[in-house]
């Protein structure tokens, strides 16, 4: 840090508030929300950080002047997250900052308009970094790691003063989508549920009329937790309206929706391009989906090997572990197709034998019984359509359309 006299730490805090009172005074939301943006590591807070450190004083240069007593509570505890942030006590950082937002908070009630709403993002935001940090903090230390939890909290009293009538509630969504980010972050999607409530099926919300990049989000997280619960139509609904309607300029953004939508895509039997894959460095799936076209069981266990760490940590792996069946499927077309090429008069009648020596050249170890009851599900499945012929030990295919296309829709569980 350069030297910095006493004067000039003084002229840098009463910057700090001056620009404060006059963003409040003049409604001047641009000002006002810079002012909060910690973790933005702007040269301006740091530097007043450096101030503060040095000039002791700052609390009485608040309480003592008529213009900024007024958010003394805001102001103080600001100051004091300011401080300790630049020394690297997060824990500290995060309990002083949320105590100057919870005073923010009682000033936001008060202001008729919304005039204020993006820095009450920036806050919000702010809340949610902060404690990640300050619980990595406690980590490190062997204590317990709990900010995260309390910022959840904090959300939520956030929501219930934006959940009202009145322009306010547009900024809801914003405050979900942070408080998703929480509760995946934390391993406690369930608590998503009653917000997710409060979103669709209260009448004082009308999702079109929030932001477009509130949307989206909300979009992702809710068709993640689709594919949580196996539910693959809506979430196919909830991650395609994400990927139609994010900024095409964000490849990171639809890089992460991607992730999950070409899953979900795969289960209900819609293979992507392999330009797609490479496009966005999802290269992971590349072999999946050449399993798939070729019906190569082995390739798709070896491809799910591969990646497992990725796939688990993403939760789509037993998405996919369950894409054998159509795996199956298409390798019981091929030997059909083959049959057929070859005598047309019994290209129906698929021998199990057959099916093990396919399986024994991809290096699949099975024996008769083992196929018979793959066959017995792929049949139950409608994945194939006809019957067992148990004593012949021949699968007896449909003459029309022995191989049903999936069509968007999943496979019947």
């Known amino acids: 840090m350069a030297y910095m006299s006493m004067g000039e730490a003084h002229r840098r805090i009463t910057d700090y508030l001056n620009r404060f009172y006059d963003a409040v005074s003049s409604q001047d939301v641009a000002s006002l929300k810079s002012l909060f943006s910690l973790s933005s590591n702007s040269p301006f807070l740091l530097s007043l950080a450096d101030a503060l450190n040095l000039f002791q004083d700052a609390n009485r240069l608040i309480k003592q002047s008529d213009k900024y007593s007024l958010y003394a509570e805001i102001l103080v505890p ?24 919870n005073a923010f908070i009682q000033e936001f009630r008060n202001w008729e308009s919304a005039w204020a709403l993006e820095a009450l993002y920036v806050i919000v935001y702010e809340i949610r970094v902060l404690a990640e940090r300050a619980d990595k903090e406690l980590a490190s230390t062997g204590k317990s790691p709990e900010k ?35 509760y995946f972050k934390l391993g406690t999607v369930h608590l998503c549920r009653s917000v997710i409530r409060s979103i669709e ?38 991650l395609s309206y994400a990927l139609k309607h994010c900024n095409p300029h964000s490849e990171a953004n639809i890089r992460m929706i991607l992730k999950y939508l070409i899953p979900v895509k795969l289960s209900i039997g819609i293979l992507p391009r392999d330009c797609l894959l490479e496009n966005y460095n999802l290269l992971e799936y590349s072999n999946i989906v050449q399993a798939l076209r070729r019906g190569d069981l082995r390739l798709l266990r070896r491809a799910l090997q591969d990646h497992e760490d990725r796939f688990l940590r993403s939760g789509v792996y037993l998405v996919l572990e369950k894409l054998e069946l159509q795996v199956y499927q298409r390798l019981i077309k091929k030997i059909y197709i083959i ?58 295919l449909s003459k029309q359309d022995p191989f049903p296309k999936l069509n968007g829709r999943p496979v019947n569980s």
């Not at 600001?78 to 937002?101: D, I, M, P, T, W």
């Not at 809710?222 to 693959?232: A, I, S, W, Y």
């Not at 019957?387 to 030990?393: I, L, W």
Request: aromatic share 12%; glycine share 6%.
């Open 148 to 182: 995260l939890k309390g910022a959840g909290s904090f959300l939520m009293k956030v929501f219930g003063v934006l959940a009202g009538k009145g322009p306010k509630r547009v900024g809801a969504l914003y405050v979900t989508c942070q408080l998703f980010k929480i």
């Open 339 to 396: 049959q057929k090429q070859r005598d047309p008069s019994r290209a129906h009648q698929v021998k199990l034998e057959v099916i093990v020596k396919a399986l024994k050249w991809l290096e699949m170890d099975m024996d008769l019984d083992e196929v018979e009851c793959i066959m017995a599900i792929l049949i139950y499945k409608n994945l194939v359509k006809g019957y067992f012929a148990h004593k012949s030990k021949v699968v007896v």
């Open 201 to 238: 099926t209260a009448r004082i919300f009308d999702f079109e009329e929030f932001p477009k990049s509130d949307k989206v989000t909300y979009m992702y997280y809710t068709g993640r937790l689709e594919v949580f619960n196996e539910n693959f139509p809506a979430a196919d609904q909830k």
């Open 78 to 101: 600001v100051f004091r997250s300011l401080q300790n942030y630049k020394q690297g006590n997060l824990v500290e950082a995060y309990q002083a900052f949320e105590k100057s937002a």
